[in-house]
């Protein structure tokens, strides 16, 4: 199985590049920003306990996060392995991840992870918030709370995955095609 941690900050490209890597190499794409948003469209309880901090920029309670990350990755059981985007985003969802897939006789591949400037990374929220409809792209201090809440709790999974000899840092400037064509030369060796 390859299971992919795809990393990187609010506005790295990580959605954009998950959709076009999960059809090159047949992996069920998991974005937990999109599942939650998904509850809250249907007006779940789910969704509106995730609400209360999306709408904040802030992050979910972790227990919350990790039970749905799992429910989301059984009921594929018939996954070639996944493309895990905007999860894990604290060591202790790191931790369960590891745990859940040895479970499971599997592991992850690799994180890669999409290294941008912050400046560019306002700049393409706020662009990205004129269309996608996302409150959370469309307020300049919503975007400054998730970079804070990503400096501080999930920042440090670089070192995490480092210390397994698992990640790999790639360039995300430039075009989508070649941010693309430089991921897959990563995920290639994975
Ligand atoms: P994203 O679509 O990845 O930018 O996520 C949007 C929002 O969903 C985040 O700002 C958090 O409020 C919430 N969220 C998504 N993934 C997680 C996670 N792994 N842990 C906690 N909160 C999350």
Do not use: C, W
Request: hydrophobic content about 35%.
């Amino acid at each position: 199985m390859k299971n992919i941690v795809l990393f990187g900050p609010p506005g790295a490209g990580k959605g954009t590049q998950a959709d076009l890597l999960k059809i090159k190499y047949d992996l069920i794409h998991i974005s937990t920003g999109d599942v939650f948003r998904f509850n809250i469209k249907n007006e779940t309880e789910l969704g509106i306990l995730a609400k209360s901090y999306m709408d904040n920029g802030a992050l979910v309670p972790d227990q919350v996060t990790i039970d749905m990350l799992k429910a989301e990755v059984n009921n594929n059981p018939e996954a070639k392995g996944f493309i895990f985007d905007g999860f894990p985003r604290t060591e202790s969802q790191a931790v369960s991840l590891d745990e859940f897939l040895t479970q499971k006789n599997t592991s992850i591949s690799g994180m890669v992870a999409l290294e941008v400037p912050e400046n560019l990374l306002v700049e393409r929220l706020l662009n990205r918030g004129k269309t996608s409809g996302r409150s959370d792209d469309q307020d300049e201090s919503k975007i400054r709370n998730r970079f804070n809440e990503y400096e501080t709790k999930t920042a440090i999974l670089k070192d995490y995955y480092q210390k397994q000899h698992k990640y790999f840092g790639v360039d995300g400037v430039g075009s989508i095609e070649e941010i693309t064509a430089k991921l897959e030369e990563v995920i290639d060796t994975l």
